[in-house]
Nanobody, 129 residues
Framework: QARLVESGGGLVQPGGSLRLSCAAS????????MAWFRQAPGKERSLVAA??????????RYADSLKGRFTISGDKAKDSVNLQMNNLQSEDTAVYSC????????????????????WGQGTQVTVSS
């Protein structure tokens, strides 16, 4: 089956920026929704952002706590998605994972990890103090 592969994580100082990328490898997903989740040690996995394609358009959802610092973009035809992260803070330190499903999720389900069928291995983002 197809897998998702993330890249772009690393170590950055507070206030810095990183751009994460994710793309399918080994197959075509016919993607309906792709998303970024993150998980810090001792905490639950939580939604960062998601993008949903319908017809020729798309819409997005963000975690309220990010307050516009993060921007998701992607290409349905390429089964790829990016996450631009600006003004990073120490509390953003986590493993960031890419997820995808071929189904079109309603807005209220886009932040539920169990709705996604494909996951990447995760990429570490560390924001130093």
């Amino acid at each position: 089956q197809a897998r998702l592969v993330e890249s772009g994580g690393g170590l950055v100082q507070p206030g810095g920026s990183l751009r994460l990328s994710c793309a399918a490898s080994g197959g075509t997903l016919n993607t309906g929704v792709m998303a970024w989740f993150r998980q810090a040690p001792g905490k639950e996995r939580s939604l960062v952002a998601a993008i949903r394609w319908m017809g020729g358009g798309y819409n997005t959802r963000y975690a309220d706590s990010l307050k516009g610092r993060f921007t998701i973009s992607g290409d349905k035809a390429k089964d790829s998605v990016n996450l631009q992260m600006n003004n990073l803070q120490s509390e953003d330190t986590a493993v960031y994972s890419c997820a995808a499903t071929s189904r079109t999720l309603i807005t209220g389900r886009m932040g539920v990890p169990s709705e996604y069928d494909y996951w990447g291995q995760g990429t570490q983002v560390t924001v130093s103090s």
